[in-house]
């Protein structure tokens, strides 16, 4: 998928741990766990809202756009 989540960049450049961001923004650790390790599938606005509000940072830092490599053809 092209889209990365770096929730994990974040919670370290703030010396948080997941479980702290879990609790603090009200997402099941195992929720947290999925949206860290880019298994998600969506994610709401006010998940992304509290993150941003509990990481002090912005949308962008949190999610990133790689597009897909694809082969070229000859």
Do not use: W
């Not at 650790?29 to 709401?44: C, E, G």
């Not at 940072?57 to 000859?74: I, K």
């Amino acid at each position: 998928m092209p889209i990365i989540v770096n929730v994990d960049v974040m919670l370290a450049k703030r010396k948080m741990s997941a479980g702290q961001l879990a609790e603090r923004i009200g997402l099941t650790p195992a929720n947290l766990s999925i949206l860290k390790n880019n298994k998600a599938r969506a994610i709401r606005f006010s998940t992304l809202e509290a993150l941003c509000r509990a990481l002090d940072c912005q949308p962008a830092d949190l999610l990133e756009y790689r597009p897909a490599e694809t082969e070229e053809s000859p």
